[in-house]
């Protein structure tokens, strides 16, 4: 029962970190239809900057999370605007060979910069240990990751269904030109939602350190995990990337506790069974 415990906690933190990292890359291909293969790179950024935060300039956790998420974005801006704007509404091969240069652009700035070495962000002492639950302990660091999964679920939702800004998001991708006719200003709405894109990205590569650790070829390593659970849960639905997440978190926790010869085999199955029935993904936007 202990390990069924275990592998529970650690699916579910798993798949939480994968959907704060991945939901960004929802947003840019769902709904500003941009095929974003750079965005792994994003996360590492974030854990680079996070680490450098915590060991060179001796700040907290707290403030080494903030650090990455505005230093992420900080540098994302300049790259959306004389990159990324470029290949909006461009052929899908076209932002494929953008983004994927731009991704070891990052790789090889990274290494440069701060060495090929694996970095570590340390945990502050609140989220080291487990917490008693009364009928069994959990790592808090689990917990953390998972309340943060949920924070982050919930607040997008909110910001995209229920506020202004995500009216003019959705106006934006639906008609561009008549948004715009009608005062949107499209080019803010699409650096907007890149920053959020980028920052929940930073956020998921720091907060997931302890699950899915940043080394230099971080970009490329789980490149394909973030698109897959992006194709399985539908590219642009908040509901289909979290289901999509905790799916495929657990059947690969799973399948790693008791049979990890197989490596990523039932994670990989499991993709290819449900895109046979699901073809636009969980949750798959029909447009």
């Keep these: ?5 275990s592998i529970a906690v650690d699916a579910l933190a798993y798949g939480m970190v994968l959907f704060v990292i ?10 500003m239809r941009v095929v974003n293969l750079a965005h792994g790179a994003f996360a590492m950024i974030g ?35 004389f990159l990324y704007r470029r290949i909006y509404g461009a052929p899908e091969l076209t932002q494929v060979l953008m983004t994927i240069g731009i991704t070891f652009c990052i790789i090889g700035i990274a290494n440069y910069v ?11 002492s609140g989220l080291q240990g487990s917490a008693d639950l009364g009928f069994r302990t959990i790592p808090v660091h689990r917990l953390f990751a998972i309340l943060c999964g949920l924070a982050v679920a919930g607040g997008l939702w909110y910001a995209i269904e229920r506020t202004g800004f995500g009216v003019k998001l959705r106006a934006s ?11 949107v200003r499209t080019e803010i709405i699409y650096a907007l939602s890149f920053a959020v894109a980028v920052g929940l990205a930073a956020f998921g590569g720091v907060v997931g350190a302890e699950l899915l650790p940043v080394e230099p070829y ?13 194709s399985v849960g539908g590219a642009g639905s908040i509901p289909g990337a979290l289901i ?3 799916v495929l978190g657990g059947i690969d926790t799973t ?7 197989f490596g990523e085999f039932f994670f990989y199955l499991a993709v290819i069974a449900i895109i046979c029935v699901f073809p636009r993904g969980l949750a798959g936007r029909t447009k």
């Design 22 to 31: 991945s939901i960004g890359l929802s947003v840019t291909m769902g709904l």
């Design 244 to 246: 999509a997440c905790l």
């Design 218 to 230: 971080y970009a490329l390593r789980y490149m394909v995990t973030f698109l897959v659970v992006v």
């Design 173 to 183: 991708v639906d008609n561009a030109a008549m948004a715009a006719a009608l005062g």
């Design 1 to 5: 029962m202990q390990t069924v415990f």
């Design 255 to 261: 399948g790693r506790y008791l049979m990890p010869e």
């Design 114 to 124: 701060f060495g090929p070495t694996l970095k570590t962000i340390p945990l502050p």
């Design 47 to 81: 854990g680079y900057i996070a680490s450098y935060a915590a060991h060179d300039l001796g700040l907290g956790y707290g403030a080494a999370v903030i650090a990455a998420v505005v230093g992420t974005v900080v540098i994302a801006i300049p790259v959306e605007r």
